[in-house]
């Protein structure tokens, strides 16, 4: 009897000792499916992103800042930037905003400012182009294009980007006042499309974590 006892007695410890290792492995298991279901939930936002752009004219374009190349855009700007002029052509706005500070790559311009070079060269007139060169993310390139947009007058706004990234562009520019946030997503040819969706992800997380930061009241993430 006593033998008994002492197994069952052994048994229980044993399994007390097992329960905090169940309960972690558990955590994870709720954790990876978790991270599983919202990798999901944000892949199909970037994936099934419909065009934005309003039917009718806005005010101003912002066409969001990439990489510049010894001071001039690269394919990938190119792209957005070929976008903007087609958009200006058709009359969906006579105003474009470049959008983009100093790159940390050897650039000598702004972001802003090779983009404003490369539309003087489509013949788009200087006097429709207004520079934002201050930004370092999707974040200020937004927040502070809405600043030219009031010392201008402006009250509306397509914001010109790419495909992949419309989604995240188009949450931002209503959350910094662009309303209603018209956005239009140019699809590339040069990108890779299974990289910057991976990398947008991450980027859409980021956000979201700043947005509840600063809807808080905390300072501007970068």
């Not at 006892?5 to 052994?10: K, N, W, Y």
């Not at 927040?143 to 790419?162: C, D, G, P, W």
Request: with cysteine; hydrophobic share 45%; net charge positive.
């Amino acid at each position: 009897m006593m033998r008994e006892s002492i197994r069952i007695s052994a048994s229980q410890r044993s399994k007390r000792r097992g329960r905090p290792v169940r309960l972690l492995l558990r955590a994870f298991m709720i954790l990876i499916a978790a991270v599983a279901v919202w990798c999901g939930w944000v892949a199909y936002i970037i994936g099934s992103f419909k065009d934005a752009a309003p039917e009718k004219a806005t005010d101003a374009g912002i066409v969001l800042g990439a990489a510049l190349w010894n001071d001039r855009p690269s394919p990938a700007l190119r792209e957005r930037l070929e976008a903007a002029v087609r958009l200006y052509e058709e009359g969906k706005f006579k105003t474009i905003i470049v959008s983009g500070g100093l790159d940390y790559n050897g650039a000598t311009l702004s972001e802003a400012e090779g983009m404003r070079n490369y539309l003087l060269d489509r013949s788009i007139p200087d006097s429709a182009i207004l520079l934002e060169p201050e930004s370092r993310t999707t974040y200020e390139n937004l927040l502070f294009s809405k600043r030219v947009m009031e010392e201008h007058h402006l009250q509306s706004a397509t914001v010109v980007t790419h495909t992949y990234h419309a989604a995240r562009a188009k949450d931002i520019a209503a959350f910094v006042g662009i309303s209603p946030p018209a956005v239009t997503g140019t699809p590339s040819a040069v990108l890779s499309k299974t990289y910057n969706h991976m990398r947008e992800l991450l980027a859409i997380t980021k956000w979201k974590l700043d947005k509840l930061l600063l809807t808080l009241g905390f300072p501007a993430p970068l």
